[in-house]
């Protein structure tokens, strides 16, 4: 099937594109998603977690509802690694080697989150400067969360005045981009039934 990056017994890995859903939305159009696509082959599969629509790369589905509860824990307990590409407004500074801000729902504005000093969840991303591109004015980032907020890493670069290029929630509309310019681009976790650790990677398109 194509998108499917590995699949066997346990794990089914998908490499989502921009645009698709990871799981179905409730208008009609949004019935085709990644979810239903993986199921549609191996009907044991369930979901693990999620991508933003916007968002493209690498997705991790469960071959049935054992091994689906281990890897939840293990997202618990901060066992997966993730990474993602994503291109930025703004000339990020090299300096900038994480971003530690606490997120919570902006419920009159939903789905926006917000950085909540009072009573958000603490969320905390990693970053390495990939690229300056100073004709443009943007700067290619690897983003690596240590914990899964909803949009975190969208909103915590939006909060430093750098927000991903093509996000049209938390910056300003880049029609130039055509998408949102952020990519899961590594899952590294262990293998459920073998222990064995395991790298899955996925090039951005961009």
Known sequence: MQGVVFADDALIIFDKPAGLPSVPGKPLALHDCAASRIQAIWPDALVVHRLDMATSGLLLFARGLAVQRALSR???????GKSYVAVVHGLVAPTLTEINLPLAADWPNR???RVDTQFGKQALTHVSIVAHDHAAAQTRVLLRPTTGRSHQLRVH???LGHPIVGDTLYGA?????????????????NHP???ERVLFSSEPPF
């Open 173 to 189: 509309p880049d029609l130039a981009a055509g998408r949102l310019l952020l990519h899961a681009t590594v899952l590294e976790l």
């Open 111 to 113: 789905p926006r989150q």
């Open 193 to 195: 039934q073998s222990g």
């Open 157 to 159: 670069l939006a909060a």
């Open 74 to 80: 293990a997202f618990e307990r901060r066992e997966v």
